[in-house]
């Protein structure tokens, strides 16, 4: 098993401009070429891929760029259809040993940003640190309703748990959000909460002060933001 893990983008047309400016921070914050971490960037089936995007991230990760074919649109089909494409892709490329067997995949959308500069450390201990209480399909911010664990989260990159997550679950009905629905089920097959991941539901901005405060709790990454007052943040305290 690779010890690296693999951040999987996923975008469609109308949060593509922040998922693409995402992504360029992600490369620009990496010191030098990461030995942590691989990058898949996913467009919906609908969106193009933006090929220099890709570029631009391949200067700090091993980069895969791809289109996705599952045809579901709007809220939640389409980003369930985008996670679903995630873990097909990867049990797929695993399978055929196009891609390491990452010790986990980071599954992430155009609403989340890193606090840290050294978010991928942080992940990869928060990681190590729930899997050796216990075996782990899936972990990250643990939230309401249910609980479930929220969609930015990291899913164990084992082929056998990629193959169960890709073709062994129930069908995923596009009216339920897949982290809802099947949260019983990755409750049962072990789920852990990370604190150091946080899910604050569509957030429109976040002021330095509570970027401040959040860091100050040890959150190294943070979902729901509807801005990019993180990337900017981030920005202006590494001065990049």
Same mark, same amino acid.
């Given at each position: 098993m690779s010890q690296k893990i693999l951040i999987a983008l996923q975008y469609w047309a109308g949060d593509s401009k922040l998922a693409l400016k995402l992504a360029k921070f992600l490369a620009d914050i990496e010191p030098r070429h990461s030995d942590q971490a691989d990058f898949l960037l996913l467009s919906r089936y609908d969106c193009p891929l933006d090929t220099t995007t890709v570029q631009h991230l391949s200067r700090k990760f091993n980069v895969h760029g791809f289109r996705g074919w599952k045809r579901g649109t709007g809220w939640p089909a389409g980003c369930n259809d985008l996670w679903l494409t995630v873990m097909e892709w990867a /049990?797929?490329?695993?399978?055929?040993?196009?891609?390491?067997?990452?010790?986990?995949?980071? =599954?992430?959308? /155009?609403?989340?940003?890193?606090?840290?500069?050294?978010?991928? =450390?942080?992940?990869?201990?928060?990681?190590?640190?729930?899997?050796?209480?216990?075996?782990?399909?899936?972990?990250?911010?643990?939230?309401?309703?249910?609980?479930?664990? *929220?969609? *930015?989260?990291?899913?164990?990159?084992?082929?056998? *748990?990629? *193959?169960?997550? /890709?073709?062994g679950m129930p069908s995923v009905h596009p009216a339920v959000g897949w982290d809802y629905l099947l949260a019983p089920l990755l409750k049962k097959a072990g789920w852990a909460n990370i604190p150091g991941m946080r899910s604050i539901y569509n957030t429109p901005t976040f002021s330095a002060e509570r970027r401040k405060s959040l860091q100050e709790e040890g959150v190294f990454w943070v979902h729901g933001g509807k801005d990019d007052s993180l990337i900017r943040l981030g920005r202006e305290e590494w001065t990049i």
């Open positions: /049990a797929s490329m695993s399978q055929a040993k196009k891609i390491p067997e990452y010790k986990a995949i980071f =599954t992430c959308e /155009a609403d989340g940003a890193p606090l840290f500069r050294d978010w991928i =450390t942080r992940m990869h201990e928060a990681w190590d640190q729930v899997s050796r209480e216990k075996p782990v399909v899936v972990a990250g911010p643990l939230v309401l309703p249910g609980p479930h664990i *929220n969609g *930015n989260c990291l899913v164990n990159g084992s082929p056998k *748990n990629l *193959n169960w997550l /890709a073709h």
